[in-house]
């Protein structure tokens, strides 16, 4: 069967507007145009444009589901198979969520005590689940699923007064980062105490440290775009960090 734009988009729930703007990306091209000079889609592209839109609402942005979808090695059963992980993954997630806004509820109304532990599981399974899904496959190829999964079971044992200073610690590590940036100097104290505030972050997942895994932690930081993202509030900032980590953690010779 085939569809002209409008119908494709009626079909989808998107607007024309986004079909043209995939066309225009290269993302979803149609199979033809017609001798009117509209877009007609096939089967195939139906089924590219369903694979797209699962990956958007796994919340990945449309460069990396461009790089995805064409790569020579990609396959649609298997995206297929992993799209229905990560959903699995979700609706655990919400499940929990769900469970932990219950338990409050009846802790509030006395009908059961809660302790502060149990408060903050919910969001520490959240943050293991969203972690998972971004960054899963490519981490416990790296690492191993043993250090992954004793990373996230000390997530999940953390305690409050923990959880809250790792979350200061990020916030530092960033602000430190783009003071030492202004330097030009990855081996300078400034970026040094960087690198020593990433550890200390890092300790709160990490089982142990292991200096070739920081370095390696900070060259991935600079090779996949998600996690560059985060880093990368000036141009060439996640590239100092990964330099900074290198010299701190001896993978780089100090000038």
């Not at 069967?1 to 290269?26: C, F, H, K, P």
């Not at 995805?68 to 993954?89: C, F, N, W």
């Not at 007064?161 to 081996?187: C, H, W």
Request: neutral net charge; hydrophobic residues 30%; proline residues 2%.
């Amino acid at each position: 069967m085939e569809y002209t734009i409008q119908n494709l988009a009626q079909l989808a729930g998107v607007s024309t507007r986004t079909l043209r703007y995939y066309d225009e990306i290269g993302i979803l091209k149609p199979a033809r145009i017609n001798s009117s000079g509209y877009r007609i889609y096939g089967q195939k592209e139906v089924d590219r444009l369903q694979q797209i839109m699962f990956y958007k609402a796994l919340g990945i942005c449309l460069e990396r589901v461009k790089k995805i979808i064409t790569s020579p090695s990609y396959d649609e059963t298997e995206a297929l198979k992993d799209h229905r992980e990560q959903l699995l993954g979700k609706r655990k997630q919400l499940d929990v969520l769900i469970a932990n806004v219950e338990k409050t509820i009846d802790s509030m109304e006395g009908r059961t005590m809660m302790i502060d532990k149990e408060k903050f599981e919910g969001f520490k399974q959240q943050l293991i689940d969203e972690n998972e899904a971004k960054y899963g496959k490519e981490i416990r190829e790296k690492y191993g699923n043993d250090m992954v999964n004793r990373s996230n079971e000390k997530l999940k044992n953390m305690k409050k007064e923990d959880y809250d200073e790792v979350s200061r610690l990020a916030i530092e590590v960033q602000e430190t980062l783009e003071k030492a940036f202004k330097t030009g100097d990855p081996s300078g104290d400034s970026a040094q105490k960087t690198a020593e505030l990433h550890k200390k972050w890092l300790m709160y997942y990490w089982s142990e440290y292991n200096k070739d895994a920081h370095a390696g932690l900070a060259q991935m930081y600079l090779d996949d775009e998600r996690f560059k993202k985060y880093y990368e509030k000036k141009p060439g900032m996640t590239e100092f960090l990964r330099d900074a980590i290198f010299v701190y953690t001896g993978t780089m010779k100090k000038n």
